[in-house]
């Protein structure tokens, strides 16, 4: 019988969360109720797992806790207790899928227990701060987290807040027997990771059609501050053969504060790991800003409406260079193949000749400073194309191919 975790404060949400389990139970599935609640005791209800010994997997006491001196130092060391604890389970054959329920304390624990789960075990939020007001990174993360509104605040068993309740069950018991965790790699398929915008999607789309008649299979990822970092913690955990960088802004965004941040190990990863990979520039000319929140200081830059939602500010001369450094440094750590490939016509859609982003000095500077500072044997190829023209991604896809062959692939066709 398949094993649901439920996660959360009992001292506040204990009659809810029974009723849920008791769902759960109806729909022939066990359950291991697991408290996340600091400071009161549960309400109404037992839980599997307590929270002092919750608190114990974080090397604490919830009496510790309950003494941390505020709300956030609490809370903090809880959510490292709980994502210990999640991964132990699952580790142990415990654990099947989770779900967890709250406001905001209890949603943020829950979420990050959840996230330490692999990719393919089914992770269910539900929080009344899941919508679109609220950031959502602290809810999903990376992982492939069901997000649910509750509508109402979690508090009492109304005709709203239990048919929410009844579909999360009905949600995870589908989940338990049609679905199934993520494959492990091996045998003979060869996937390739590729990253990936609108403003690549053209040029990406030929790069998979040649990898394919190859004999490879190319997973994409959306660059969006999530994607990159989610395509590398799977490149750690052995998913792919090798990767195609080709879109890398996310390296960008960090500078100046956009929203498509990378984070402080994005571009490193993947060849730590001695994965062969192609880097490309693709789109590192233009940080990326919800709309009506550029801020004052890169007022003035050349901009471009992406979408009604987001808009695009264009790098300028020296945050090109400081990028040059930068995919230098993070590159020369490589222990496996590395080719970086530059179009020299535009990085990106509005970088064309007449374009807002248009500004061939500034992208030379960051290509001069490149080739400057890289190891000497990486190779920097340049290509009179557009990033996002189909032929520069056939060009890009037969470098990874004769970089795989080098590294001791089977031949390609």
């Known amino acids: 019988m398949a094993t649901v975790v ?11 969360l029974g ?42 006491t919830i009496e510790d806790l309950q003494r941390a ?25 415990r654990l099947d899928a989770a779900v967890s329920m709250g406001g905001a304390e ?10 330490a789960l692999p990719v393919g075990v089914p992770k269910v939020l539900v929080s009344p701060i899941a919508s679109g ?24 068993l109304n005709p709203i807040a239990c048919t929410i309740f009844d579909n999360v069950a009905a949600a995870l018991k589908g989940m338990l027997e049609y679905g199934h965790g993520l494959p492990k790699p091996g045998g003979p398929d060869r996937f390739v990771a590729m990253t990936m915008l609108g403003n690549t999607t053209a ?4 790069a998979k059609g040649r990898l394919e008649e190859a004999g490879y299979e190319a997973v994409i990822f959306h660059s969006n501050g999530v994607g990159g970092p989610a395509m590398e913690e799977l490149a750690a955990a052995g998913q792919f053969v090798g990767v195609i960088d080709f879109t890398t802004n996310e390296v960008y965004d960090p500078l100046v504060g956009g929203i498509h941040d990378g984070g402080p190990r994005r571009l490193t990863e993947v060849g730590r790991l001695g994965l062969p990979q192609v880097v490309v520039p693709g789109c590192i000319d233009f940080s990326v800003w919800n709309t009506g929140t550029v801020p004052t200081e890169l007022e003035g830059r050349p901009v471009y409406d992406h979408n009604p939602e987001y808009i695009l500010v264009r790098a300028s001369r020296d945050e090109m260079i400081q990028l040059g450094y930068i995919f230098a440094e993070k590159l020369d750590g490589a222990r496996a193949p590395v080719v970086v490939a530059v179009p020299t016509r535009g990085l990106s859609i509005p970088n064309v000749p007449g374009g807002p982003f248009w500004n061939p000095e500034a992208d030379s500077a960051y290509l001069e400073t490149l080739r400057r500072e890289i190891r000497s044997d990486i190779p920097v190829r340049t290509f009179e194309y557009h990033v996002n023209e189909p032929a520069f991604g056939r060009e890009v896809a037969e470098l990874f191919l004769e970089l795989m062959k080098s590294y001791g692939s089977k031949e390609t066709p």
């Open 203 to 206: 040029s990406v789309m030929a």
């Open 19 to 60: 009723y849920l389990r008791d769902r759960l139970r109806a729909l022939g599935l066990d359950t291991l109720l697991v408290d996340s609640g600091i400071l009161g005791e549960p309400l109404g209800i037992a839980p599997d797992i307590d929270h002092a010994e919750v608190a114990s997997y974080g090397g604490t």
């Open 106 to 115: 209890g949603a943020v624990m829950g979420a990050a227990a959840m996230m």
């Open 133 to 156: 007001h609220h950031y959502f990174d602290p809810l999903v993360g990376t992982k492939d987290m069901v997000v649910i509104h509750s509508v109402v605040d979690i508090l009492g």
């Open 6 to 16: 439920l996660i959360g404060t009992l001292d506040t949400k204990g009659p809810e």
């Open 69 to 93: 001196g505020s709300r956030g130092r609490a809370v903090h060391g809880m959510r490292e207790a709980l994502k210990r604890l999640t991964a132990t389970l699952y580790a142990e054959g």
